[in-house]
């Protein structure tokens, strides 16, 4: 590689890191890609280090406390859903009107967006608050693990709305072309979280820590902080979208608006991740509480990788919703095909990196026999089909940035709970497959998911709605 190409991916690197919005509907896709790409990886892979910092020092603590946090976050997952199905939303619209040269009405949106899910972030968090046990035992768990998981459980609903922001502000940035803000308040989430844990979690001097509480609220306290960041930037930063305080005075259209591209995102997702809750629960009851540590180990890791795939996949929408704004559905496409050409070559070598050096990467998690054999399989089987998990993110989230929300809804539903779902349920109870049918569940449907999202996305219909 001659010294002119080096100095020019190193300019590029350091101009995606700026954090300045950018006109990506115009000029080379390739470098709109990187540009966009980059930072969203980055962002995506701190979020991704919540989850492995997390594991990594409770797991120090023991199986029970492993399948506490698994529980938990198979649950939280909901939430998760719902925040990304807003922030989905808000990326396309913030995206079609920066595409369209209406700042102010991106502004307005994404103002709305946040009034939305402040009023979710309280409803979630009273009843999680209330029912901690009752969704712990629902999801399999012994009644010593509840009643050593109930506080941990709590405290994570309870402060739900540090996850709600955190992935709906990011989002709002997306749509304005600012990844690299979002990256960085990702980048202080994360930090503050890896410097909190081992404190909180063991305690520092004569003090002991509070144990896997500990670990609860240092997330909680790394995200909030991360969130402090974001709004400031919101109402006093220099970028397009300047939200002022009358934008925050509920509108009812807007909000219906949005409401109306959020519910099949959201639902969407809650597809998903209620499908990973059914699975989560299939295995604690195959093989107890060992087998559910050791999948948690091993799931833990796959999102480590998939979040970064994400941010690729986050980039397409981007560039999908500013092109289809500025009435260029033609680079849109290209756009997104280039973008799926890079997720499915990264995500080729991350299944390789799995099937081949999987006991090398649950090793640093754990060395209990049973949860570390578990673990491996897992990965090994899970981690076989993310060339194609990689093909269907861009491709689902492609649709999304064009403000079609409701055909990755039924594709989701399809794959997971018309296939998935039934496919692990029946080769758990009916086959002597056990855990390893469960697993494969997972890349089997996937595979079907990235197949039916292509298919849709080259039909092209999405060039046509209207946001």
Same mark, same amino acid.
Do not use: C
């Given at each position: 590689m001659t010294e002119s190409k080096l100095s020019r991916y190193w300019s590029l690197i350091l101009a995606s890191l700026k954090?300045?919005?950018?006109?990506?509907?115009?000029?080379?896709?390739?470098?709109?890609?990187?540009?966009?790409?980059?930072?969203?990886?980055?962002?995506?892979? *701190?979020?991704?280090?919540?989850?492995?910092?997390?594991?990594?020092?409770?797991?120090?603590?023991?199986?029970?406390?492993?399948?506490?946090?698994?529980?938990?976050?198979?649950m939280i997952t909901i939430i998760y859903s719902v925040a990304i199905g807003l922030s989905t939303a808000a990326t396309a619209i913030v995206a079609r009107r920066v595409g369209e040269k209406q700042v102010q009405e991106a502004s307005m949106a994404a103002a709305q967006s946040l009034v939305i899910g402040a009023i !979710?972030?309280?409803?979630?968090?009273?009843?999680?608050? @209330?029912?901690?046990?009752?969704? *712990? +035992?629902?999801?399999?768990?012994?009644?010593?693990?509840?009643?050593?998981?109930?506080?941990?459980?709590? @405290?994570?609903?309870?402060?739900?709305?540090?996850?709600?922001?955190?992935? /709906? @502000?990011?989002? !709002?940035?997306?749509?304005?072309?600012?990844?690299?803000?979002?990256?960085?308040? *990702?980048?202080?989430?994360?930090?503050i979280n890896i410097f909190l844990d081992p404190i909180l979690i063991y305690g520092i001097g004569s003090w002991q820590g509070w144990g896997i509480e500990g670990a609860a609220i240092a997330t909680c306290i790394g995200?909030?902080?991360?969130?402090?960041?974001?709004?400031?930037?919101?109402? +006093?930063?220099?970028?397009?979208?300047? @939200?002022?305080m009358s934008d925050i005075v509920p509108n009812i259209r807007v909000i219906g608006h949005i409401l109306d /591209?959020?519910?099949?995102?959201?639902?969407?997702?809650?597809?998903?991740?209620?499908?990973?809750?059914?699975?989560?629960r299939l295995v604690a009851e195959t093989g107890g509480t060992d087998a559910s540590a050791g999948y948690q180990l091993a799931i833990r890791?796959?999102?480590?990788?998939? /979040?970064?795939?994400?941010? *690729?996949?986050?980039?397409?929408?981007?560039?999908?919703?500013?092109?289809l704004g500025a009435c260029k559905p033609d680079r849109a496409e290209k756009s997104v095909l280039l973008a799926t050409r890079y997720n499915a070559v990264f995500m080729a070598f991350v299944s390789l990196l799995f099937i081949f050096f999987s006991p090398a990467i649950l090793s640093f998690f754990t060395a209990e026999g049973k949860v570390y054999e578990i673990g491996i399989l897992a990965l090994k089987v899970i981690g076989s089909g993310f060339i194609f998990y990689g093909i269907g993110m861009v491709m689902i989230q492609a649709l999304n940035g064009a403000g079609d929300t409701k055909t990755p809804t039924l594709i989701n539903f399809a794959g997971f709970w018309l296939f998935q779902v039934p496919l692990a349920y029946c080769i758990s109870r009916y086959t002597n497959f056990g855990l390893t049918g469960i697993f494969a569940a997972v890349p089997i449907a996937e595979t079907l998911i990235a197949v039916a999202a292509w298919y849709y996305f080259k039909k092209g219909k999405w060039k046509k709605v209207e946001v």
């Open positions: 954090g300045e919005e950018r006109d990506y509907t115009e000029g080379s896709i390739r470098t709109a890609i990187f540009l966009l790409a980059i930072p969203m990886i980055l962002e995506l892979g *701190l979020e991704s280090v919540f989850a492995i910092v997390d594991i990594f020092f409770v797991g120090k603590l023991g199986s029970h406390a492993i399948a506490i946090v698994g529980f938990t976050e198979s !979710i972030s309280v409803v979630f968090g009273v009843l999680g608050w @209330i029912f901690a046990s009752d969704l *712990l +035992r629902f999801m399999g768990a012994s009644e010593e693990v509840v009643a050593y998981g109930t506080p941990f459980t709590s @405290i994570m609903f309870a402060f739900n709305f540090v996850i709600v922001f955190l992935f /709906l @502000i990011n989002g !709002i940035f997306r749509g304005a072309g600012n990844a690299a803000l979002a990256m960085r308040s *990702l980048w202080i989430a994360s930090l995200r909030g902080t991360g969130v402090l960041y974001q709004v400031y930037h919101l109402f +006093r930063g220099s970028g397009l979208i300047k @939200i002022r /591209l959020a519910w099949p995102a959201t639902f969407q997702f809650i597809i998903a991740s209620g499908s990973w809750i059914i699975l989560t890791n796959v999102v480590f990788f998939i /979040l970064p795939a994400w941010g *690729l996949s986050n980039a397409a929408a981007t560039l999908t919703g500013q092109n």
